[in-house]
């Protein structure tokens, strides 16, 4: 894609504002050349527990960016080619504020899509453009960050693929959104969640689904290689994803490529996660190949997987590593510790927020408890200086799991205090209770980014701050 030199001055003048002067070569360079796809945000009527229309569901629609696997209510599966520009436009026909986030997209701060702290609202029928041009390859999605346990627990989770020219092909691409839905047996939604929950592991859905569907059955080329991209998209649930009837090999997390494929026992995905597989279908037509959620006492198939065809005898050990993403290796020796304490809170502190905290504070990072979403934020946790490492300390001293998310940049995961633990790229990391973890930065996209648990309960209830890139 071209971009005009008019373009990049304006992208360049934009960022100048910020008064750090990016210029067009950086990695986060806004995209203001590419024809948008239209996002709105509405609410429609959908199947979702196989029986009944549940009223109320919000998702988006789209012109022209429908992904063929996915019919309406689901979010269209946007797909976007690393290194070009993409453009989207926000239109807001709910009855109350919303944002988009891209979820694990390096982008420049001001397309992050967190209110208050890097965009306004965008009110109802009001529009915000978003546009960026992505630095990373790979399995990622996109969801609000307003109000989020009801537009997220309501539908609003959708999946975006960066796709990289130079990756391998193969036989098939299959895209999981794994979430689940809270209803009534009247297929109603009924309350989003429970306090006394929102205080433990959170409040789970009623109906397990994947792809607004329960249970569904994908075709695959028997004996084909498959890639299946698997997001947790779901506000609550951790999933242990196990395949039955084939073998597997994991060829990303959280959308950046591992560095060998490793095979698979089971994926561990909590909400925000991602794992890319590569499935090496049955031979036998009509064989199936079951995806199951496998933590003890809620174990359930989730999808299966189809051999069509003649088989095309394929095998697993060809498949290769995919390219790496661009990542600036952390300089251990001169970094700067940031603490990341988790804990309980006993303040419980009911308070007004527009944009969805839950009127509880049941959570704290390093003591301080998120007052919800509003114009007047605490201080960031840490200012870091653009180009240097931060080791961050993240540290659990609550007994259930966090997925803590950071928006803008990616870390390596250097140590754990109860596991051995390679050294992924993230941009999630599923905390353990009572772990210590070292996650290691370089401070270079500049603006504020939040970090927070994705449990959305939790996030909601004040285990939510920010980290400020000067
Ligand atoms: Cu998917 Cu603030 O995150
Ligand atoms: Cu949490």
């Known amino acids: ?87 989207a436009k926000l239109i807001n026909r709910l009855d109350e504020p919303t944002t988009i986030h891209w979820h694990g997209l390096r982008v420049d701060n001001r397309m992050d899509g967190v ?31 307003c109000n989020t346990l009801t537009q997220m627990g309501r539908g609003m989770t959708g999946l975006l693929i960066v796709e990289n020219p130079e990756d391998p092909a193969f036989d098939a691409e299959i895209a999981v959104n794994l979430r689940d839905w809270r209803l ?31 249970e569904p059955a994908f075709d695959a080329p028997a004996g084909g290689l498959v890639r299946v991209r698997l997001v947790a998209t779901d506000v609550t649930r951790i999933y242990t994803l196990k395949l039955a009837g084939a073998d597997a090999v994991i060829v990303a997390l959280d959308g950046q490529p591992l560095p060998a494929p490793v095979p698979l026992d089971q994926a561990v995905l909590g909400p925000g996660q991602r794992a890319d597989l590569v499935l090496r279908m049955p031979d036998g037509e009509g064989q199936t190949v079951s995806l199951v959620d496998a933590r003890p006492s809620t174990a359930k198939t989730v999808a299966t997987f189809r051999a069509t065809g003649s088989s095309l005898k394929r095998d697993l050990r060809a498949v290769a590593a995919l390219a ?64 240097r490492t931060y080791l961050l300390n993240l540290e659990n001293l609550t007994p259930h799991l966090h997925p803590i998310h950071l928006h803008g940049m990616n870390f390596q995961v250097v140590s754990s205090s109860v596991r051995s633990v390679p050294p992924l790229i993230s941009d999630t990391y599923l905390v353990l209770p009572d772990e210590k973890v070292q996650l290691a930065l370089v401070a270079d996209n500049p603006g504020d980014w939040v970090l927070h648990c994705h449990i959305i309960e939790h996030q909601k209830a004040g285990m939510t701050s920010y980290v400020r890139v000067v």
């Not at 965009?119 to 790979?138: E, I, K, M, N, R």
């Open 184 to 214: 009534g047996s009247d297929g109603q939604f009924i309350e989003q969640f429970k306090p006394r929950d929102a205080a433990r592991n959170g409040t789970f859905g009623t109906v397990r689904g994947a792809n607004w569907q329960v």
């Open 324 to 387: 790496a993403n661009p990542f600036t290796p952390p300089d251990l020796k001169n970094a700067e510790a940031v603490p990341l304490v988790l804990s309980a809170t006993a303040e419980n502190a009911a308070r007004e927020s527009f944009c969805g905290s839950l009127g509880y504070s049941f959570w704290a990072i390093n003591k301080v408890p998120w007052p919800g979403d509003t114009s007047d934020p605490t201080a960031p946790l840490a200012e870091l200086k653009r180009g």
């Open 1 to 87: 894609v071209h971009l005009s030199r008019r373009t990049l001055l304006k992208g360049a003048a934009a960022l100048g504002a910020y008064g750090i002067g990016l210029g067009a070569a950086s990695l986060y360079r806004s995209a203001e050349a590419a024809t948008p796809v239209t996002l709105e945000a509405k609410t429609a009527d959908a199947l979702l527990d196989g029986q009944h229309l549940t009223k109320g569901v919000m998702t988006y629609g789209a012109d022209g960016a429908a992904d063929a696997m996915t019919g309406p209510p689901m979010p269209p599966t946007l797909r976007l080619r690393k290194g070009e520009p993409f453009a």
């Open 115 to 145: 209110p208050f702290l890097t965009q306004p609202y965008v009110y109802t029928g009001d529009s915000f453009d978003y546009a960026f041009t992505p630095p990373d390859a790979g399995t990622f999605w996109y969801h609000p960050h």
